[in-house]
């Protein structure tokens, strides 16, 4: 079982930057899909970027060419970097792990994106 702990969240003013990081507690890390997702208030939680065990990474199309999810392996933490930021992207946002088909969800950190 692999625990995940969210850190990086905070208010930016649109255009601004944030990286979210979540480490993640255990062996076998390389291995793990990962991903970030993001929620609202009275809305379904939805994928913003995964990244494969192989690095192959995948974006929902709201965040394409502004966000970027990488992994360092060594240190057992899963990245996304959030540049242009909008209003719209102001939600919690969520670290998932998946191994086996088994998922691994982390508390969430908030953004929030506003002037």
């Known amino acids: 079982q692999v625990q995940l702990v969210e850190s990086g969240g905070g208010l930016v003013q649109p255009g601004g930057s944030l990286r979210l990081s979540c480490a993640a507690s255990?062996?076998?890390?390389?291995?793990?899909?990962m991903g970030w997702y993001r929620q609202t208030p009275g809305k379904q939680r939805e994928m913003v970027a995964t990244i494969s065990s192989g690095d192959s990474t995948n974006y929902a199309d709201s965040v394409k060419g502004r966000f970027t999810i990488s992994r360092d392996n060594a240190k057992n933490t899963v990245y996304l970097q959030m540049n242009s930021l909008k209003p719209e992207d102001t939600a919690v946002y969520y670290c998932?792990?998946?191994?086996?088909?088994?998922?691994?969800w982390g508390k969430g950190t908030p953004v929030t994106v506003s002037s």
């Open positions: 998932r792990a998946s191994k086996f088909g088994v998922p691994y």
């Open positions: 255990g062996s076998g890390f390389s291995i793990y899909n």
